[in-house]
């Protein structure tokens, strides 16, 4: 039970923190983007979309998938330079 309890405690107590990344990420794509754009403008399109699926994500309260789905796009990001 006491295992159960701090699981709960720490699984809400991380929500907020995830809330706060995907603005960051947001944040730094853009950055990105306008200062280093890919070159192929396939990844330049694949960037956009995950961007503003993220975006969405993260507007609907689904947090953790913003983040995840944000890291494929900075990764995609920093692949590219």
Do not use: Y
Not at 2 to 15: G, I
Not at 39 to 56: H, I, M, N, W
């Amino acid at each position: 039970m006491r295992r159960l309890v701090a699981f709960l405690a720490a699984t809400l107590l991380s929500v907020p923190l995830w809330a706060a990344q995907c603005p960051a990420d947001m944040a730094k794509i853009d950055a990105m983007l306008q200062s280093n754009p890919p070159s192929d403008p396939a990844v330049l399109a694949q960037v956009q979309k995950l961007r503003t699926e993220g975006e969405q994500l993260h507007q609907n309260g689904d947090h953790g998938q913003s983040v995840q789905v944000l890291g494929e796009a900075l990764q995609l990001l920093e692949a590219s330079q």
